[in-house]
């Protein structure tokens, strides 16, 4: 069956360096993969979108890859800071469907 | 305004009664989705609809039911709510071009009691 595995152990990293998020899927191809933010409480907010030609994707201070031999998303955030506190979910398409399936998310704590 | 909207924000509701969510965007985005999120159990997809005339199943639809309205308007119905149907509802629009994000609400908080 489908699955997609985020480290559900909470992610704690201090303010300035570098965050890094993993994302592994297992029976998926996806064409692409989305990135999300969640906040309590609140709906997920769209980061990133990386398509399986992509090796890499920024935006600001965000980077993701997409290794689709690994079956793997890393996420990162560079010069990190406590506002980047959040839970964050990655999202394969669902294989020829045009929707996504999100992960459970991995929570992370800047500490200042 | 937000761009989807969602109502109510919270509703606390006695088991065995209906109740509809609401749902309504300004992003002109054919696209909709009713999702579900429980602690440890991440998003999970009831319904979703492509445009007016075409409504689908997701992975959890037992329990539930749609209706969309208008091109704007995508509302949730439990027809008869029961105790684990208590969760947090998001309702979120995609464009149709695939590869886009979507957009999210700010969600409804249901409680069944």
């Known amino acids: 069956s489908q699955k997609i595995e985020q480290n559900s152990e909470a992610l704690n990293i201090q303010e300035g360096k570098t965050a890094t998020l993993t994302c592994n899927y297992t029976?998926?191809?996806?064409?692409?993969l989305q990135w999300y933010r969640q906040d309590p409480g609140r709906g997920p907010v769209f980061l990133l979108l990386?398509?399986?030609?992509?090796k890499e994707k920024r935006k600001e201070r965000l980077k993701v890859t997409f290794d689709t031999t690994l079956k793997q998303s890393l996420f990162h955030i560079t010069a990190s800071q406590p506002a980047d506190s959040a839970t964050y979910l990655c999202?394969?398409?669902?294989?020829?469907?045009?929707?996504?399936?999100f992960g459970t998310g991995t929570k992370l704590q800047v500490i200042p | 305004d937000a761009d989807v909207t969602q109502t109510p924000r919270n509703r606390i509701t006695k088991t065995g009664k209906r109740i509809m969510l609401e749902c309504s965007q300004t992003?002109?985005?054919?696209?909709m989705y009713w999702y579900r999120q429980d602690p440890g159990l991440g998003l999970r997809l009831i319904y979703y609809?492509?445009?007016?005339?075409?409504?689908n199943k997701g992975e959890i639809s037992d329990g539930y039911s749609v209706s969309r309205q208008a091109q704007a308007k995508f509302s949730l119905s439990l027809e008869s709510a029961i105790p684990n149907q208590t969760a947090l509802y998001f309702c979120?629009?995609?464009?149709?071009?695939?590869?886009?994000?979507?957009?999210f609400g700010s969600g409804t908080r249901l409680t069944v009691v």
């Open positions: 979120a629009t995609s464009e149709q071009d695939r590869g886009h994000g979507y957009t």
């Open positions: 029976n998926y191809s996806p064409a692409y």
């Open positions: 990386i398509r399986e030609n992509e």
């Open positions: 999202a394969p398409n669902s294989g020829g469907y045009q929707k996504v399936t």
């Open positions: 992003k002109g985005h054919d696209r």
């Open positions: 609809s492509f445009d007016v005339k075409d409504i």
